[in-house]
């Protein structure tokens, strides 16, 4: 086959635009053992497809399962679950507490539950900051909307600033 031919081919092949017959022809040319000194790296090339082209390339694939343990631990996680219920429930019957332990214990309720409501009415402020943040936000992604099309509209009409 001549060089003249084959080198218009390998300028198609390097664009991208050739056929598969075309690239079967290029193939068979190199080949050939008498490949034009310039163009041998093209030989190299062509050979490594054609001997990889035959490779069958299958890892082993090591699957690791465990379903097993995941379940025992989910059992194990109810048994303790359930056995700290009962022990619960358990001790509390057993104790019993004096007339101070539970003075204390109706002023620490009291002085909690005063300190929930107080933030509580603290948190209804949060609500129109939410809403003011929420409208900042829809403005700064309006803003990032109309940015891409000022950029891409430079861009279709090269416009430079």
Do not use: C, W
């Given at each position: 086959?001549?060089l003249?031919?084959?080198?218009e081919l390998?300028?198609?092949?390097?664009?991208?635009?050739?056929?598969?017959?075309?690239?079967?022809?290029?193939?068979?040319?190199?080949?050939?053992?008498d490949v034009?000194?310039?163009?041998?790296?093209?030989?190299?090339?062509?050979?490594?497809?054609?001997?990889?082209?035959?490779?069958?390339?299958?890892?082993?694939?090591?699957l690791?399962?465990?379903?097993?343990?995941?379940?025992?631990?989910?059992?194990?996680?109810?048994?303790?679950?359930?056995?700290?219920?009962?022990?619960?429930?358990?001790?509390?019957?057993?104790e019993?507490?004096?007339?101070?332990?539970?003075?204390?214990?109706?002023?620490?309720?009291t002085?909690?539950?005063?300190?929930?409501?107080?933030?509580?009415?603290?948190?209804?402020?949060?609500?129109?900051?939410?809403?003011?943040?929420?409208?900042?936000?829809?403005?700064e992604q309006?803003?990032?909307?109309?940015?891409?099309?000022?950029?891409?509209?430079?861009?279709?009409?090269?416009?430079?600033k």
């Open positions: 086959m001549e003249q031919p084959i080198e390998l300028k198609t092949y390097d664009r991208g635009e050739t056929s598969i017959v075309e690239e079967a022809k290029i193939a068979a040319f190199f080949a050939q053992n034009p000194e310039h163009l041998l790296h093209y030989k190299t090339l062509f050979s490594y497809f054609s001997n990889e082209q035959h490779q069958d390339y299958r890892p082993d694939l090591k690791n399962k465990r379903t097993h343990s995941f379940r025992n631990l989910s059992i194990a996680a109810s048994v303790v679950v359930l056995l700290g219920l009962a022990l619960g429930y358990n001790s509390d019957a057993t019993h507490y004096s007339e101070d332990e539970i003075f204390i214990y109706n002023q620490t309720k002085a909690l539950e005063l300190l929930s409501n107080n933030l509580n009415k603290g948190t209804t402020q949060f609500k129109n900051l939410e809403v003011f943040s929420n409208a900042l936000q829809k403005g309006n803003m990032t909307y109309l940015n891409t099309f000022n950029i891409t509209t430079n861009k279709i009409f090269k416009i430079n």
